[in-house]
């Protein structure tokens, strides 16, 4: 039996790296009878076969899992934006962000095309917010220095709205990437999905990444009760004035007494990001509690 870490699930397949060797595996059939489907990013144990082949005997615990991109154990999630074309809406980074929050994972903000658009928007509100901003150019390199050292030594997902340039950014991190980039219909205002399947890669910086797919693929399945119970919390900019509401269990919408909205009267909360925190709270307001027992 050998330890290794699922790099890419495809068609059945698990492949599975461990001693500097690839090997192709199956998941043995007790995991669909317990539930449980192997994961890329997941640390298992192999017994092997033979030619390169084996079986994906037991699943090690995990820090964290996502539903859609099928990843785990992530350390942090790398969201891509801009403010070119494609435009990015901050809501999609911020509903992003909460999710994260709630999975145990870190939050870098890259602003991509800065040679097109500087994004002082977008720097803006997400600086003040507290993460970790940076703005890059995949076309000249600008900015890409900065971003090595913040994901050296950590498996990062990297995401964000079709067309703004993850692929790209790979690519210009690592001569060795050669993945396809995908074209810009500038009528639509966005581009075509180029990645296919989730795979974990090796950067020569030291980082682990996957690129996987834009923003859709975080669908409405991580938009549940538990993120409805915690989603205060998962806007980090928000904790200093949780507790300070006038009453407790204060939602942070429009109650007299809310020290959140004092905070974003005064300017020291972001506008656009309270104005997510309305939309992911009504998008969770149906969300009953017996619905989840019944599951």
């Known amino acids: 039996m050998r ?3 699922i790099k890419k699930a495809l068609s059945g397949f698990y492949y599975v790296e461990g001693d500097g060797e690839l090997l192709q595996c199956r998941a043995r059939g007790k995991f ?7 994961l890329v990013g997941d640390w298992v144990e192999v017994r092997e076969l033979g030619n390169g082949e084996g079986y994906v005997e037991a699943v090690k615990p995990r820090k964290n899992a996502f539903l859609r991109p099928a990843v785990a154990n992530v350390d942090q999630i790398v969201i891509i934006a801009s403010e070119a074309i494609p435009k990015t809406d901050p809501y999609l980074i911020d509903r992003l962000s909460a999710i994260a929050a709630l999975k145990d994972c870190g939050v870098v903000v890259v602003l991509n095309k ?3 658009n500087s994004a002082e928007d977008l720097y803006h509100i997400y600086r003040a917010a507290g993460f970790p901003t940076i703005r890059v150019s995949a076309e000249t390199g600008e900015g890409l220095s900065e971003l090595k050292p913040l994901i050296c030594g950590k498996l990062s997902a990297f995401t964000g709205n079709s067309g703004v340039g993850k692929s790209s950014i790979l690519n210009a991190l690592d001569s060795e ?4 980039v995908g074209e810009i219909s500038e009528a639509l205002g966005r581009g075509r ?19 996987s797919p834009g923003f859709a693929s975080f669908d409405s399945e991580e938009l549940n009760l538990e ?5 205060p919390e998962t806007f980090p900019d928000f904790e200093p004035y949780l507790y300070s509401c ?3 269990g204060c939602s942070h919408t429009k109650e007299k007494g809310c020290a959140v909205l004092a905070a974003l009267k005064d300017g020291v ?3 656009s990001r309270h104005d997510s925190y309305l939309r992911l709270y009504e998008e969770l307001k149906p969300l009953k509690e017996w619905e989840e027992a019944k599951k």
């Open 3 to 5: 330890e290794g870490r």
């Open 32 to 38: 669909r009878k317990e539930g449980i489907s192997p």
């Open 114 to 116: 800065c040679d097109l």
């Open 177 to 180: 990437f050669h993945l396809q």
């Open 193 to 211: 999905h180029t990645t296919r399947h989730i795979e974990l890669y090796h950067l020569d910086c030291g980082a682990d990444v996957v690129d």
């Open 227 to 231: 993120l409805k119970r915690r989603l």
């Open 246 to 248: 006038r009453f407790v």
């Open 269 to 271: 909360l972001q506008r």
